[in-house]
């Protein structure tokens, strides 16, 4: 079957450093990705991983271990404006249609 | 940003009523999607296409139907509307399926109520 798992909520303060966690089992692998959701608005891209390793991008880094099927989301010298929803998705085969399977994502609060 | 736009953004109805929502896209992306996201649940994919009059179902496609007649315009209909198709639509496009760095990119959503 497919499984994703993220925390639910998440509270951090102004300034610090959070991780969210994502775990999978997915019947292929072929990519994962994480989304930042703010209220009422639509997702938005913010990293992709796809071989083992740290890819960083400015405040935000994501971690993948293909192995342990885990990936984190790091997000560095925290802002009011980083409370938002954050979506882990793995991508499927290509030949299964390559398709997004979602996590049910992360709320976090970020407070001064 | 990707030009997807969503229509309507809001929607009240009544239960049993047919309902389509129209995705259209400006950026000539050959896929396109429709999900809906749900408190608890996440985004759940509904029904995508791979091209033009080419569509395959999702995890929870029961209780719905699209179309797409041009590369641009993706329509998903509810057929007779319930009040657990109370949700939020996204529709999202992406360039390629294939292996790489190939995001979706998602439109604002549609509000819906079924009453």
């Known amino acids: 079957g497919q499984n994703i798992d993220q925390p639910t909520e998440m509270t951090a303060t102004e300034g610090a450093i959070v991780q969210i966690n994502c775990t999978y089992q997915t019947s292929g692998f072929n990519g994962l990705f994480w989304y930042q959701q703010h209220a009422g608005e639509a997702p938005t891209f913010l990293s992709y991983?796809?071989?083992?390793g740290l890819e960083e991008k400015g405040r935000f880094s994501s971690f993948l271990s293909r192995s342990k099927g885990y990936s984190y989301l790091l997000l560095k010298e925290l802002q009011m404006k980083d409370s938002a929803s954050y979506l882990c998705?793995?991508?499927?085969?290509?030949?299964?249609?390559?398709?997004?399977?979602f996590g049910q994502g992360t709320e976090l609060s970020v407070k001064p | 940003d990707a030009g997807i736009t969503q229509s309507p953004r809001h929607k009240v109805t009544e239960t049993g009523t047919p309902v389509t929502l129209r995705c259209h896209q400006t950026?000539?992306?050959?896929?396109m999607y429709w999900y809906r996201q749900d408190p608890g649940h996440g985004l759940r994919l509904i029904h995508y296409?791979?091209?033009?009059?080419?569509?395959d179902k999702g995890e929870v496609s029961d209780g719905y139907s699209v179309s797409r007649s041009k590369t641009e315009d993706f329509l998903l209909t509810l057929e007779s509307a319930t009040s657990s198709q109370t949700s939020v639509y996204f529709c999202a496009i992406s360039e390629s399926m294939e292996p790489g760095y190939n995001e979706q990119f998602f439109g604002p959503g549609t509000r819906l109520t079924v009453l």
């Open positions: 991983n796809v071989l083992d």
């Open positions: 998705a793995v991508r499927g085969f290509y030949n299964q249609g390559g398709k997004l399977i």
């Open positions: 296409s791979y091209g033009v009059k080419d569509t």
């Open positions: 950026e000539n992306h050959r896929y």
